[in-house]
């Protein structure tokens, strides 16, 4: 699932997650030119360095617009800011997955949440 690029330590990998909605929930259309919104996301196991990662999520596809954040989060798994600079880069959506590129700027692995935001 997750391609390491180079790093300290072994490529993030999912820990968990929230269960996002999926098309099968009949959700009402948004409006203007986006006709379906969803939110989902997952937590992973530490890492450092730069990798590309990947989610597998059914509501992509070739033509949505995907945003993804990133954070570090402490043992509760509560997002917060520390020293170290998480950037995602290279966002990259195929049918049911996007790619995407994640630098953790950090000696030691830390564990982080990804939030995904998929507009169709």
Do not use: C, Y
């Not at 995907?66 to 950037?87: C, K, L, M, W, Y």
């Amino acid at each position: 699932m997750a391609a390491a690029e180079s790093s300290a330590s072994g490529a993030p990998q999912i820990t968990g997650g929230s269960q996002p909605a999926g098309p099968a929930q009949g959700l009402a259309a948004i409006g203007g030119n986006v006709g379906a919104l969803w939110r989902g996301w997952w937590t992973w196991t530490p890492g450092n360095g730069t990798f590309n990662l990947q989610i597998p999520w059914d509501v992509i596809g070739t033509d949505s617009t995907v945003i993804v954040t990133a954070s570090e989060i402490d043992g509760n798994g509560h997002r917060f800011v520390g020293s170290a600079p998480f950037q995602v880069s290279s966002i990259a959506p195929a049918n049911g997955v996007v790619t995407f590129k994640i630098a953790i700027g950090w000696n030691s692995p830390l564990p982080m949440r990804t939030d995904v935001t998929v507009l169709n």
